[in-house]
């Protein structure tokens, strides 16, 4: 029976399948071992033990003695085979060779040579460059210089790539005659080339006679889409080696992982490899399935793997300090693999090159959400696609208007935000019963996105209440507050705010000194100061976070109450930023009497419901999970529009972002179809990697059109690229800064050493820190 992609069966699958390659590398591949042996015996290391398991011809169909599996077990294999570098010819013969006179179409060919590939009774390779071919009698013979062929001085069988006079066509050379192979000395220990010489050689005709050229294209495809699978390996591997180190060596008296410089600098690491697994995961399933998008995503994870392999090879050594630069130390190793694999295909800048000039030319690319990848229609956009059909109108699509003085919204968003709450599409995740769809995370997440496309969906002022203050209701809020809250709030009535940082309590939120004193039994007397508070100045309600007892400790103590804004001691204080706006207000609370009823969950664990909130923050800051055209899109035809795409600069700068985009979407999208996913995890990762590309996305805008965003005349609106470049800060700060990001991945997901807090523990009343 068919398993579809991202089942949990075939997951599992899979987890069988890398466990049991990698025992098997464990025991007869492990790199302490191969690495001292002579070449020729580390290549011969294990190859009849993977004969043996079927890993040779995985990939192979099972009318030529292979396991008739797909590219995702290939891959699976390939990238267990990258941890320990092993030096076997698994790539030019399994994945070069084997793939080659598979795309050929020749039976007569693949039955004769598959067959003792799949056994290891033959190893064979691919050559890249071009030869030239001649007929000789009956058959054929070659001439030219082949470079850099993998496993070429060793290989039995060659498949070359030759010119006739009849087009390109591939051929086989077996024999000794004509066929002269210089080994060289490589920068990747682990993985030889050989130049090779052909004078006369005889050659056999594989597949039809010009047709090497779609061979070798669909060669490329998937072995770039392997490379990429195997540089993620490297670069997950460099971080897991790197973080026993630190937490393993001592000095100045504690785990160096406990200094912050080099948590943040394997953090970094760590949100690399993330992205990197992201986008080969990606890139090997659309390949897998032919999904339109295939190429383009095979393209993406070259150019992010190829670096991202490279750069924590490099910076395994530096935390590794001077032992890591030591040729007795294994660091060097993984530093020269990476670095080989950038240039075995193609160099990540040409990646990067081809992807610029794809969404440059405007080249139609498609977009999948988390359901689209895991075999289901996303039924419920096409609904949402029906209904829009029914109740969209220009007059909402082109509105401009400002609101009023005193109003939210102008009169034709009101009555669209009104309408779309009724039909549940503004509030899609949410129960029916208070105004959703009941609809799970991901087609929830497409339902957004589409909205967003169309620029329909709720505004940037009513974040709070939508993504945050609904949601944390729905967990914590009594019935009542259910009824009392949700409903107006997807029809639009109420907006909200956060009231949650404080002058001294920023990233140490815990610290919060605003105070709830209980009065009367059922009511409370707040009084204190809230800052950084978005859109306050407009809300109704607030979501509030006060100390409740101050003799427990700073994280316990702390109550959580829905706070109406219009209540008397209520005084909001707007804060003009940087873009001369006045989004971020202060609040200033005294003697605000406040209800018990308004109390959202348990006395005293308003840590925990506040947890509930910024998890919903840092997640909704990062967008839904989907592959697709993005903000960088956007950027590229601004550019092209502008002329400054000509400039290398700018190029250069966007095909980065384009990559970096892409990958993030790819990451979100698998952590959103695994089984056991750590949200806390990815959605830290998301928000750092979120944050980062909106600032460079800032960055390079103002650089789109200089001669509008340095001048413009008085009176006018400020240009968007202006206000990007003044904005782009906003998301390293909003929702915990990227530092704390940084200290969340390496505490929580990397297990490094946790920061000393003095006052951990100790009444909130007798900390010492104030």
């Known amino acids: 029976m068919a398993v579809s992609l991202g089942s949990p069966s075939r997951a599992s699958e899979l987890d069988e399948l890398r466990d049991m390659v990698r025992k098997v590398v464990a025991r007869h591949l492990p790199l302490r071992e191969t690495r001292h042996a002579d070449a020729a015996a580390a290549r011969r290391a294990g190859w009849p033990v993977l004969a043996e398991l079927g890993l040779l011809g995985i990939a192979v169909p099972e009318q030529y003695g292979g396991g008739g599996a797909g590219l995702r077990e290939q891959a699976v294999v390939f990238e267990e ?94 024999g000794r005659d004509g066929l002269y192979r210089e080994r060289l000395t490589t920068l990747d220990t682990t ?4 130049n090779l010489r052909l004078s006369g050689a005889p050659g056999r005709r594989i597949g039809v006679a010009g047709a090497a050229q779609s061979i070798l294209a669909r060669v490329r495809l998937r ?26 060596r001592r000095q100045f008296g504690r785990q160096i992982g406990a200094f912050q410089a080099l948590k943040h600098r394997l953090a970094d690491a760590a949100v690399r490899a993330e992205l990197s697994t992201g986008s080969a995961w990606y890139a090997i399933r659309q390949l897998q399935t032919d ?44 530093l020269r693999r990476a670095k080989a694999d950038q240039y075995l295909i193609d160099h990540p800048s040409t990646h990067r090159d081809r992807l610029g000039e794809a969404v440059a030319e405007r080249q139609p690319v498609a977009t999948h959400s988390a359901s689209a990848a895991t075999g289901g229609a996303p039924a419920a956009v096409e609904e949402l696609r029906r209904w829009l059909a029914d109740n969209l109108t220009a007059a909402v699509v082109d509105d401009d208007q400002p609101p009023a003085a005193g109003e939210k919204y102008s009169p034709a968003r009101r009555d669209w935000y009104r309408r779309l709450g009724q039909a549940g599409w503004a509030t899609p995740t949410w129960p029916t019963e208070f105004g959703g769809r009941g609809l799970g995370r991901d087609e929830g997440a497409a339902v957004v996105e589409e909205l967003r496309r169309r620029g329909v969906d709720r505004p940037e002022e009513d974040f709070v209440g939508v993504w945050l203050a609904g949601p944390t209701i729905l967990e914590w809020g009594t019935d009542e507050q259910r009824e009392t809250y949700l409903r107006p709030l997807a029809l639009g009535e109420h907006r909200w705010c ?35 508070s978005s ?14 007892d101050p003799t427990l400790p700073k994280h316990a103590g702390i109550t959580y109450f829905l706070l109406d804004m219009r209540t008397p001691g209520v005084e909001v204080r707007p804060l003009r930023q940087m873009t001369g706006d006045a989004e971020f207000n202060e609040v200033f609370l005294t003697d605000v009497v406040v209800p018990d009823s308004a109390r959202l969950g348990p006395l005293n664990a308003g840590w925990k419901v506040g947890i509930s909130t910024l998890m919903q923050e840092r997640n909704s800051l990062t967008g839904p999970a989907v592959v697709g055209p993005g903000v960088t899109d956007q950027l590229v035809a601004e550019a092209v529009a502008s002329g400054a795409w000509r400039h290398a600069d700018v190029r250069n700068r966007l095909q980065h972002l384009l990559v970096d985009e892409r990958a993030l979407q790819a990451a979100s999208l698998r952590a959103s179809v ?18 980062d590309l909106h600032e460079r996305a800032g960055r390079v805008r103002v650089d789109l059109r200089p001669e509008l965003t340095m001048g413009w005349p008085a009176g006018a609106q400020m240009p968007a690229g202006t ?48």
């Not at 105070?515 to 707040?526: H, K, N, P, Q, Y």
């Not at 390293?732 to 200290?743: D, H, K, L, M, V």
């Open 723 to 770: 206000r990007s470049f003044l904005e782009m800060k906003k998301y390293c700060i909003a929702g915990g800064t990227s530092e704390i990001q940084r200290n969340i991945i390496a505490e929580r997901v990397l297990g490094l050493p946790r920061e000393t807090d003095p006052d951990r523990g100790k009444p909130f009343n007798a900390r010492t820190s104030r």
């Open 81 to 174: 085979l990258a941890r320990e570098l092993t030096p076997v010819p698994y790539f030019a013969s399994a994945c070069l060779a084997a793939e080659a006179l598979l795309a050929s179409g020749d039976g007569d060919a693949c039955a004769e040579l598959l067959p003792a590939l799949v056994s290891g009774e033959l190893t064979a390779t691919l050559a890249g460059d071009p030869a030239r071919a001649e007929r000789d009698g009956s058959g054929w013979a070659l001439a030219g210089d082949l470079r850099h062929v993998p496993d070429g001085a060793d290989a039995d069988l060659v498949l070359v790539v030759a010119e006739t006079d009849r087009g390109t066509s591939l051929f086989a050379v077996t």
């Open 223 to 248: 072995a770039t889409a392997l490379l990429a699978a195997e540089q993620a390996a490297l670069a997950e591997h460099c971080v897991s080696l790197t973080r026993q180190y630190l937490l393993d």
């Open 291 to 334: 999904a339109p998008d295939a190429e383009f995503a095979v393209a993406v994870a070259a150019a992010r793997c190829g670096d991202a392999a490279l750069q924590n090879a490099a910076e395994m050594i530096q935390l590794h300090g001077g032992i890591g630069y030591t040729w007795e130390h294994v660091a060097h190793l993984y």
């Open 498 to 532: 956060q009231l949650f940082s404080e002058p001294g309590a920023g990233s140490d939120l815990a610290s919060l000194a605003t105070s709830a004193v209980r009065i009367d039994g059922d009511r409370w007397l707040v009084n204190g100061q809230k800052i950084w």
């Open 535 to 548: 859109f306050a100045d407009t809300a109704d309600f607030g979501l509030l976070m006060a100390r409740t």
């Open 674 to 691: 695994t089984p056991g996913r750590d949200p806390g995890a990815i959605d830290s990762i998301r928000k750092l990697v979120s944050a």
């Open 191 to 194: 993985r030889p080339l050989a």
